[in-house]
C-alpha cells in the first residue's frame, strides 16, 4: 500500500505520512454512502437543514484548527484561510435556508389536467476535490448536495489530505450521518474503477483541464454526469474611462489572492493605450508592497506555492515568456532558498504563443497587454482556451452591457473582482469546464428532474 507524506510549503518541513486506501477500504467507504444515502433521500428539508445549521455553527466557532491546518498544508495566508472557513459556514446556512425552495416541484401547463416536475436525488456522487481551496471547494459542492438528498464520496488533493480529514471531522461532529462525506484517501490511478463503480451516479471535478478531460472521458464512458470546473486565465479589462486607484487595488488583490493560485483570478490585464502607462506603473507598485513570508504570521499578504513542483512549473512559465522578448517590471526571478515563495511579478511586452499569453499562470504574476481600443481588449481577451471569468473597469453602465455581452466566459463582473458567491451561479465554459455550482442552477446539477404528469 503506498503513502503520501504531506509537506509545508513555506519550510520544506514534511508534516504527515498518509497511507492511500486500499480496494477493501474502498469498497466499505462505496457501501456505507449507499446505504445511508438510501435512508437520507427520504428525509425532510427540515432534517437535512438542521444538519447544515449544525456544521455552518461548528465552521463559525471553531474553524480556526482547520484554517491552520490549510494554511500549513498548502501556505495561504491565515486571513485569507479564516476568511475561507466562515464562507463555508455561509454557503451551509444560504442552501440550509433555501433548498426547499429551489427544489420545490413546479406546477406546468400541457396536454393533461395536471403536470408537475419534481426534483430527485441522483444518489453518491463522487468529487474530485483541489488543493487551492480545500475546505470551500468541497462545501460549495456538498451543501446543495446533502441538501438535495445526495451522499458524497470524496477524493481530495494528497497535498491537502489533513485539511480533508479535518472537516470530515468537523461535519461528523456537528452530526452529518455517516456516510453523507465519505473521506476516500485515493490516489489518481484508482480514480477510474470509483467512478466506473454502479453505485456512483455522477462526478463533480474542480481543478485543471487535463484532469477535467481524464475523468470526463471515463464518467461519460459509463454514462455519469458530471460537472467540471476546471483552469481559468481570466481577462481584466481597464477601459479609459475607468477609476484606475480601484482598478488596480483590485487588480493587486484579485492576481494574488491565495498567493496567486485561484482559477477565478485575473490573469491577464488588457489596459486601453490612454490609461496604460498610469496603470502599469501603480500595478507594479502595488505589487512590491506586498509582503512576503511566512503564511502563519497575520500581517503577510503572499505566502508561497502549494508545492515545490508548482513553483517549478510556474518558474519556467516565466522564464519562457522572459526569452521570447518580455519583460518584468518587477519579480519574474523565485528566491530558491527555503520554501516554494515566488516573488510578486509583472510581465509587459508579451509576445504571442508564449506561455504567458496561452497558457494558466498559477501564481502571482500579472501579464498585462496595451491595447489602442475596447473592440480589441475584447478580442484579445476571447482569444483564450478558457472561460470562467472576466472583469471590466469602466464608469459607463451601458458601455459595460455591451462588452459583457460580448465576452465569452461564464461569468462578468464590471468595476469589481471575479468572485464566488453561494447566491450566484459559478462554471465557465471552453477549457473551464461546463456545468455550474452554486445558486439555484447549482443544486439542480445533481437531481434528477422528474416529470410526473396525470390525466
Known amino acids: ?47 437535512r437543514s438542521a444538519v447544515l445549521h449544525a456544521i455552518a455553527k461548528a465552521l463559525a466557532e471553531s474553524g480556526e484548527a482547520l484554517a491552520h491546518t490549510m494554511t500549513l498544508e498548502m501556505g495561504k495566508p491565515i486571513g485569507e484561510a479564516r476568511r475561507e472557513v466562515q464562507k463555508c459556514a455561509w454557503v451551509c446556512r444560504f442552501y440550509a435556508d433555501h ?68 472537516l470530515a471531522s468537523l461535519c461528523a461532529g456537528a452530526g452529518l450521518p455517516d456516510g453523507l462525506l465519505v473521506d476516500a484517501r485515493v490516489d489518481l490511478p484508482q ?58 487595488e483590485a487588480a493587486v488583490a484579485s492576481r494574488c489572492l491565495n498567493n496567486g493560485q485561484s482559477c477565478i483570478a485575473a490573469k491577464r490585464f488588457f489596459v486601453e493605450s490612454a490609461v496604460y502607462e498610469p496603470f502599469v506603473s501603480a500595478l507594479t507598485n502595488g505589487m512590491n508592497a506586498l509582503k512576503v513570508g511566512d503564511p502563519l504570521q ?52 508579451i509576445p504571442p504563443d508564449t506561455p504567458a499569453a496561452d497558457e494558466e499562470l498559477f501564481g502571482p504574476v500579472a501579464s498585462v497587454w496595451q491595447v489602442p481600443h475596447e473592440q480589441e481588449a475584447i478580442a484579445r481577451a476571447n482569444a483564450s482556451r478558457f472561460g470562467l471569468s472576466a472583469s471590466v473597469w469602466t464608469r459607463s453602465p451601458d458601455r459595460a452591457r455591451q462588452l459583457a455581452a460580448q465576452l465569452e466566459s461564464g461569468g462578468v463582473f464590471v468595476n469589481q473582482s471575479s468572485y464566488s458567491d453561494p447566491r450566484l451561479p459559478f462554471g465557465g465554459i471552453k477549457d473551464s469546464g461546463y456545468g455550474r455550482e452554486l445558486g439555484v442552477f447549482g443544486i439542480r446539477e445533481f437531481v434528477n428532474v422528474k416529470t410526473i404528469s396525470l390525466r
Open 298 to 349: 497575520p500581517q503577510v499578504q503572499l505566502g508561497p506555492l502549494a508545492r515545490p513542483d508548482l513553483c517549478a512549473l510556474l518558474t519556467r512559465q516565466v522564464r519562457d515568456t522572459l526569452a521570447a522578448g518580455a519583460h518584468a517590471l518587477c519579480g519574474g526571478v523565485p528566491d530558491l532558498e527555503g520554501g516554494a515563495f515566488y516573488p510578486p511579478t509583472v510581465l509587459v511586452d
Open 99 to 166: 433548498a426547499a425552495e429551489m427544489l420545490s416541484p413546479q406546477t406546468v401547463e400541457a396536454a393533461a389536467p395536471v403536470n408537475e416536475v419534481h426534483f430527485a436525488p441522483l444518489g453518491v456522487v463522487f468529487s474530485v476535490m483541489p488543493w487551492n481551496f480545500p475546505a470551500w471547494q468541497v462545501f460549495r459542492f456538498a451543501a446543495p448536495a446533502w441538501m438535495a438528498g445526495n451522499a458524497v464520496v470524496m477524493k481530495h488533493a494528497p497535498n491537502t489530505f489533513g485539511t480533508a480529514a479535518a
Open 191 to 248: 480514480v477510474p474503477d470509483i467512478i466506473a463503480d454502479r453505485r456512483i451516479a455522477a462526478v463533480t471535478v474542480t481543478g485543471s483541464d487535463r484532469a477535467g478531460r481524464a475523468v470526463a472521458q471515463t464518467a461519460g464512458s459509463h454514462l455519469k454526469k458530471c460537472v467540471l470546473e476546471l483552469g481559468g486565465s481570466d481577462p481584466f479589462i481597464v477601459l479609459d474611462d475607468a477609476d484606475l486607484d480601484a482598478a488596480v
Open 1 to 47: 500500500m503506498s503513502s503520501f507524506t504531506t509537506i509545508n510549503p513555506a519550510t520544506g518541513t514534511p508534516l504527515r505520512s498518509w497511507q492511500y486506501w486500499d480496494e477493501a477500504q474502498i469498497e466499505a467507504g462505496l457501501a456505507l454512502a449507499t446505504t445511508t444515502q438510501r435512508r437520507w433521500r427520504h428525509t425532510t428539508f427540515a432534517k
